[in-house]
């Protein structure tokens, strides 16, 4: 105790000196009910078997539905005391796999997209479907890692269509065909919507509620309402560009 209190009220109040009055007194309370070095070495290698479990899991396997041996200690004020140097330094992994599943899905979207350019460069269309670009421009669509049918061992690709062109059917037979709405959903700004004509074509993710929606709403985060797909091309990147400007 003479040792683990100081040291972790030293780590803690790094930056901070005139917390390290404080931190002390906590630390030295924590070292009385803290698990010894063996079990505390214990804990933190079931973590990160853990981790490494969950890490070889897709985003729609039943097996992350359950809490994490993180989530658990952090959940539990028992654990929390017993391994507080776990609990108050290893930092939560959540994170990492949310920016894996979004860092996936942009890259393997974006491969779709300039296929499809490379297409229409040098046919002057669109193709009818994402599968005409094999093998030419891409050797081979990869599943959407959104699409809850993954877990089936099934490779669901990304939704695309040309706006207009593929949509008469959504129409009646003597209704004008319309350009394409999008409402674009970002945390933190106002929802502004876009229209898009045929000489566009759109690449989207089903999103986190694993359904396509024919991209008529798009939130481009792993928690979207349900409703809201993502979207890959156009970029939404882009467009929040050109409507902060046109805010200003």
Do not use: C, K
Not at 52 to 68: C, E, I, K, V
């Amino acid at each position: 105790p003479d040792l683990f209190g100081p040291t972790m009220a030293r780590m803690a109040a790094t930056g901070f000196p005139l917390r390290l009055f404080g931190e002390s007194a906590r630390w030295a309370t924590a070292a009385e009910s803290h698990a010894n070095r063996f079990d505390t070495a214990r804990r933190l290698s079931a973590l990160a078997n853990d981790m490494r479990f969950r890490w070889s899991r897709n985003w729609h396997d039943a097996a992350l539905r359950r809490p994490s041996a993180y989530a658990r200690l952090q959940q539990s004020p028992e654990i929390r005391a017993e391994f507080s140097v776990i609990a108050e330094t290893v930092p939560d992994p959540e994170p990492v796999f949310i920016a894996r599943q979004l860092a996936y899905t942009e890259a393997r979207g974006t491969q779709h997209a300039l296929a499809v350019v490379a297409y229409w460069l040098d046919n002057n269309l669109y193709p009818r479907a994402l599968a005409a670009t094999r093998p030419r421009y891409l050797p081979q669509l990869t599943a959407d890692p959104f699409d809850p049918d993954r877990d089936l061992g099934r490779e669901p690709p990304f939704q695309y269509f040309v706006p207009m062109r593929d949509q008469a059917a959504l129409f009646a037979p003597n209704e004008e065909i319309t350009p394409h709405e999008i409402v674009i959903v970002v945390p933190d700004q106002a929802n502004f919507s876009i229209r898009l004509r045929d000489d566009q074509f759109v690449v989207y993710s089903v999103g986190g509620d694993g359904t396509p929606q024919f991209a008529r709403e798009v939130e481009n985060t792993h928690n979207a309402a349900r409703g809201r797909d993502y979207l890959i091309w156009p970029p939404v990147l882009t467009f929040v560009r050109d409507d902060l400007v046109q805010r200003q």
